[in-house]
């Protein structure tokens, strides 16, 4: 698909947008009063559904229902991946600080990078093969912190979180003629269902109710449908590099809003992940527009 400049810069902004939105999860999850992690996550995870479930009703119109039914088996284990990777998101973040989550998630490029060398049998640099040991050293950093501060837990949550959203990613783009939205949407029921079932109770004072609503159409839902959309006009390793705008607003929103600073150690494991994955997404950047030159498909 040709594209013109108006339409990368759209693009560029609304990714940066989406991950703007996206690094919010931190600082509202933090003004919490009384409710605990599954009662959060079932009615964010309910108000996200019901958000995509009006964009895909919108779009589709009366073939709504054909293209829910159209992911088929492959889209399953894409509501599953991403229902499982939400559960593991709030409790990553009751967990430990907002930047070592932010920070563990934002390496998923290049776990991605190396699950696909395997799998799917893409071709890899050393390039990405030196970023991705930089960025496993970065993490390792964080949960050497984790064992200090008592933040092992949010982690171990965080990685699951990373090693979830890579399986999505996988598999959206092993499907990617199938459009993977209604897919995404039920993976809102599956993390809804989960809670319902973990959940003490699901009654939670007013206040909690409303920021776990924002958390799931604004933070989640608004955040993802800005990437989705930003993802149409840009090439994948540009929304990987402006979508990092989550992995550096969220740890600036957590200190404006309630004074949480990462340790020494956290920080500096988090700026080697940063700096590996911004590398990584640079030099396939310059990849992919040589290969076009060449004429070859990145």
């Known amino acids: 698909m040709s594209m013109n400049r108006t339409d990368y810069i759209h693009g560029v902004l609304l990714v940066i947008l989406g991950g703007s939105f996206l690094s919010l999860a931190g600082v509202l999850l933090r003004h919490i009063e009384s409710a605990d992690g599954w009662q959060i996550l079932f009615y964010r995870s309910v108000s996200f559904f019901v958000t995509l479930t009006l964009i895909v009703i919108f779009r589709y119109r009366r073939a709504t229902w054909d293209a829910f039914v159209k992911v088929g088996a492959r889209g399953i284990g894409v509501a599953v991946a991403l229902g499982l990777g939400s559960c593991c998101y709030v409790f990553a973040m009751l967990?430990?600080?907002?930047?070592?989550?932010?920070?563990i998630v934002g390496a998923s490029p290049l776990v991605t990078a190396g699950i696909a060398r395997l799998v799917l049998k893409e071709?890899?640099?050393?390039?990405?093969?030196?970023?991705?040991?930089?960025a496993l050293g970065g993490i390792g950093l964080m949960f050497s912190d984790g064992f200090i501060s008592g933040g092992m837990i949010g982690n171990v949550m965080a990685i699951g979180v990373m090693l979830t959203f890579t399986i999505f990613l996988l598999l959206v783009r092993d499907g990617r003629r199938i459009d993977m939205i209604p897919a995404t949407c039920m993976a809102g029921l599956v993390a809804a269902a989960i809670a319902a079932v973990m959940a003490d109770t699901l009654l939670i004072s007013s206040h909690d109710f409303l920021i776990a609503l924002t958390l799931g159409s604004v933070q989640f839902g608004v955040g993802f449908i800005l990437l989705t959309i930003g993802a149409?006009?840009?090439?994948?390793?540009?929304?990987?590099l402006f979508s990092l705008s989550e992995a550096v607003l969220a740890p600036i929103w957590v200190w404006i809003g309630v004074n949480e600073v990462p340790s020494t150690v956290s920080a500096t494991g988090a700026a080697v992940v940063l700096v590996s994955v911004t590398i990584y997404c640079l030099s396939r950047i310059v990849h992919d527009r040589q290969s076009k030159r060449a004429g070859a498909v990145p």
């Open 95 to 103: 967990n430990t600080t907002v930047a070592n989550v932010v920070f």
């Open 123 to 134: 071709q890899i640099t050393s390039t990405s093969l030196v970023t991705m040991l930089c």
């Open 232 to 240: 149409r006009y840009i090439p994948a390793a540009e929304v990987a």
